[in-house]
C-alpha cells in the first residue's frame, strides 16, 4: 500500500509544478499627462534600460530587424529583447492579459498590421496615448495623414507606420509586349490571352486582397470608400455595394465571375503570394498582381529568372500599403524606451536600409527616396516600379472593407465553381 | 510471371518512394532554378547556411530536449494505469482502453484552441514545460497500449510468487515487471519520441514565439509568408537523414509491426 | 487467471493518467463546448450570454460549414479506401513471396513513417504542382489533361496522394501483424486443395485478416479526418478542410464562436464515425460467425 501511495503523491507533485508556472515581470509604465520633451523621453528610456519588441514578417524581414538591433543597443545602450513570431499571437497574448487584468506586461513594441491592430485597439490593448506626435522622425512621415490612420482606420496616433509593402503588376517581360496599361485595359487583356491571369487567394497572400480593394475602388469610384473613413464602419455598406452595378458597368462580384472565365485554371486561386509566383516562375502565367518584396526574394532565391521580370503600377495606381507598423501595448513596462526605439526604425539610416539591404519596399518617410544611391538601386535592380508611379496619388487600402471582402470572396467567388 | 511482378513491385516501390525524398534534396542543394528548366541550374550549399544562421540549431536542440521528456512524462503516467489494466482483472477494462483512443480521436485543433483559452489565461504560452504537457496528449496513448501489451503478455502467477516471497507491491514492479516490459516500454518510447519530434500544429498554437520546434521552424518556410523551397528542404535533409538511419535500427533491432504506431502524426 | 482488483485501487492507479487527462485534455473540451453557446469568450471581455447563434450558422444548409465537414469526410474516406487496396496487395506481397533484395524493400516502404507530415505534404506540393515532375510525366503519358490541377485543386486530388503515401506503410505493417496471426496450414491445406493462390487468398486470408484490416482502416480515417498539415499546404482555397477552416477564424478572424462550434461538431462527428464503424464491423463479424 504504502508503495502505491508514494507513486501517486510523486506523480501528483509532478504535475502540479509542471502546471504551475505562470510568470510576471514588474516594470515602469510611460508618460500619462502632457506630452514630454524628447530628451526627457531618451532620458527615461536609457532609465528603464531594456525593451521588447515583437515582430512577423518573411525570413528577410527577420534578418533586416535582426541586423538593426546591435546598432540601436550600441547608440543608445538600450537592450533589445527580440521576439520574431505571428501576429495573432501576440493579439491573443495581449487580450488574455487584458481579461486577467495584468497591468504590466512584457511586450513593449509590437510590429503588425492594420487589421489586428483594429482588433486589439476595440479589444483596449493598445496603448491611448498619441505618441505618433511624441517621436521627431515620425514627422518625417510621407503623409501625415498616416499619423491618423492605417490602412484607414483610425489610429489616434497610437501606431506609427514602419514599412511601406507595395503590390505592382507583374508580367512576363518576354512572353507580354503589351500588358494592360490601367485597370479598364485589364479584363479586355485577359480575354485576349486566357489562361494567362492569375491573382492568390486573399485570405492567403495580401497581393490577392491589395488587389480586391483596388478593383473595387476603381469600379466604385475611390470616394466612396475615402468618404467611409472616419465614419463608423458599416458591414452592410460593403455587401450591398459590391453586388451593385457600378459605373464600370460591372459589379465587383460580377467583375470577379467574368475575370474568372478567363484565368488560369478557372477556379482555381493559387494559395498565397508564393504559389502565384511560382506560377509565374514556371511561365504558367504572365501577369499577376504581386508584392515587390516577394518578387525581390524570389530573384535573390534563385527561384525565378530576372529576365522576365517585368514590374508596373497599372493607372490610375495600385493601392499603397499595408503600411505595417509600430504600435505599444497598454500593459508595456517599457514604453519611454519603446518610443525612442520606433524613433528610430523611422531614421533615414533604417529607412534607406529597407531599400538598399532588406529590397522590394519603400521607405515611410521623406528625404529617402531622393538620395541618389536609392535612386540607383531603384533603376538598376528588377524588382522595383518607378518611383514617380508610386508617389503620387498616395491611393491607401480601406482595411475593414477589405477585411469583409476577403471573407465574402470565398463564399462568392471560390466557392461559385 | 512471379519475377515479373516482383521487380515492377519493387521498382515501383522504391521509385515512389524515393523520388519525394529525391526531390528534396535537388532543392536543397541549388543554388539558381528557374521554374522553366527541369533541373537546378547552380548547386551550393546556401540554402543550408542560410537555416543553420536562422537557428536551425536552436530547433534541433528543442525538438531533441522536448521529446525525451515527453517519452519520460508518458511513461511514468503509463505505467501505473498499463500495470492495473494488464495484469489484473477489472471491471469495464475495454472502456477504458477504448477511452485511451479518445485523444487520438478528437482533431488536434478542437483540444488546441480550448487549451489555448487556458494556457493563454495562465501565462503560459510559449512556456517550455506546457509544450511537452501538449505533446504528451498523443503520445501517452501509444505509451500505454505498447506498455499494456507486455504487462497482458506476462504469467500473473510471477507476482504472486514475489509477493509470497515478500516483496512488496513497489519492489514487484519496480524488480520483476519492469525488466519484463522493457520490450513494451522502447517500442512506447519510440512513437512517442516520434509523436513529439512530429508534433506541429498544437506547437505552432501554443509554443510562439519562443518555442521553435523543427516543424514551426519548418512551417516558417512552407506555409508561412513565403514559400521557400530551399531553406525548407534543408531543413528536410536535417530531419530526414536521422529519419532513415532509426529505419536501419528498427529493421534491425524491434520487430517492424511495433512501429505502426507511428503513422498517425499530423 | 488473472487475479481480481476491485475498481477502486485500480481507480488509484489510474489516477495519474486520469489528473493527466483532466487538466490537458478534458478541461479544453469543456472549455470549447462552452464558447460554442456563448458561454464563455477568449476573445470578449463582453459577459457571458447563452446563444445558440453559431449553431444555426453552422447548420445552415447554404453555409461554408457542412460543406467543409463532408468534404473532410469524403476526401479522408476516399484516401483510406485507397490505401487499404494498396495495402492488402502489399501485405500480400511481402509476407507470402521472397526474393533476392527483400529486406531492403521491405526497410524502404517503412520510410514515409519516419519523415513528418509537413515536409511530405511540401515534397508533394513540388512534384504535384503545375511544372513539377510528376505533374510533367503525367501530362506527357497523357494520364492526365495537361491542364488539369493537382494540387490546391478543388477536389483534393494532392491531399489524397500525399495522405495515400504517407499512411499505407502503417497499413501495410498492420495487416501483416494479422496475416501472422492466421495459421499458415490453412493457407496450405486449401491450396493442397487444388485452389489456385488468388482464390485462397480472398476466400481464406481476406476474411482472416480483416478485423486487423478494418481497424487500421478506421485509424487511417480518423487521422486523416482531423489532420491539419497536408490539407494546408494542398488545399485549395474551397473547399477547406474543416479543421483549416477552424484555423482561420482562429488566428485571421477571432472568430471564437464560430471556431469553438465547428469544433464541437468535428469532434462529435470523429467519435461518432469511430464507434459506428466499430459497432457496424462487430455486428457485421459476428454475423459471418
Known sequence: MRGKVIIFVALIVLLAVITAMADTSSGLTGPQGPIPSWDTVVQMAKQEGSVSWYAYGAEYDKLYFESLIPKFEKQYGIKVNFIFGDWYAFLQKLLTEKKAGQSVGDMDLVFTWSIPFNDAWNAGVVWKYPWSYVIPNARNIVDAYLLQYTDMIPTNGAFVPFIWWQVAFLYNKQMVKNPPQSWDDLMAWVKANPGKFTYCDPNTGGSGHTFLITLSQWLYGYDRYYNSMGLPYNKALGSELWNTVGPKGYSLWGYLKELQKYMYQPGFYPAGNSAAISLFSKGQVWLEPQWLDVTASWIKQGLLDPNIVGLYIPKPTMDAGGMDGLFIPYNAPHKYAAMVLANYLLSNEVQTGIVLDRGGAFPVVTGVMNKPEVIQAIKTQPYWVPLDSVTNPLWLRSGLYMDELMKDWTQIIAKSQ | ?266 | MKPKVKFSVALLYLSPVIIFYSFIFVLPLILVFLQSFGLYSLGSTKPPKFTLEYYLKFFDLKGPYLESLWFSFWNSALATVIISIISFFLAIFFYFVNFKGKSFISATYKIPLFIPYLISAFAWWNLLSPGGYVQRLLAAARIVNPNMLLVNDPNGIGIIVANVWMNFPYMVLLIIGTLKMIDPTLIEASRTLGSTFWKSVFKIVLPLSMPGFLAGSILSFIGMFGAFSVAFILGASWPQYMSISIYNDVTQFSQYGMASVQSVVYMISAILITYLYTKIIAKIQGERK
Open chain 2, 1 to 266: 510471371m512471379k519475377r515479373i511482378s516482383i521487380s515492377i513491385v519493387s521498382v515501383a516501390m522504391v521509385l515512389i518512394i524515393f523520388f519525394p525524398v529525391f526531390v528534396i534534396f535537388e532543392w536543397a542543394f541549388s543554388t539558381i532554378w528557374y521554374g522553366t528548366s527541369l533541373f537546378p541550374t547552380q548547386l551550393g550549399f546556401r540554402s543550408f547556411i542560410q537555416v543553420i544562421q536562422a537557428g536551425l540549431g536552436k530547433s534541433l536542440i528543442l525538438s531533441f530536449t522536448i521529446a525525451p521528456l515527453v517519452v519520460l512524462f508518458s511513461a511514468l503516467i503509463s505505467i501505473p494505469a498499463a500495470y492495473i489494466i494488464g495484469t489484473k482483472d477489472i471491471k469495464s477494462k475495454k472502456l477504458i482502453e477504448n477511452l485511451f483512443l479518445i485523444p487520438l480521436i478528437v482533431p488536434p485543433i478542437v483540444s488546441g484552441i480550448g487549451i489555448l483559452s487556458i494556457y493563454t489565461q495562465l501565462g503560459l504560452i510559449g512556456n517550455y514545460m506546457a509544450i511537452v504537457l501538449v505533446h504528451m496528449i498523443g503520445a501517452t496513448p501509444y505509451m500505454f497500449r505498447s506498455v499494456e501489451a507486455s504487462f497482458e503478455s506476462i504469467d500473473p502467477s510471477i507476482e504472486e510468487a514475489a509477493r509470497v516471497l515478500g516483496a512488496t507491491r513497489l519492489r514487484t514492479i519496480l524488480r520483476i515487471y519492469l525488466p519484463l516490459v522493457t520490450p513494451g516500454l522502447l517500442s512506447g518510447s519510440v512513437f512517442a519520441f516520434s509523436w513529439s519530434l512530429n508534433e506541429f500544429l498544437l506547437t505552432l498554437l501554443l509554443g510562439l514565439p519562443n518555442i521553435v520546434t523543427l516543424p514551426v521552424f519548418l512551417y516558417r518556410y512552407v506555409g508561412g509568408y513565403y514559400i521557400s523551397p530551399g531553406p525548407a528542404s534543408a531543413i528536410s535533409v536535417f530531419l530526414i537523414v536521422p529519419s532513415l538511419f532509426i529505419v536501419y535500427l528498427m529493421e534491425k533491432y524491434i520487430k517492424s509491426e511495433y512501429v505502426a504506431g507511428a503513422g498517425i502524426k499530423g
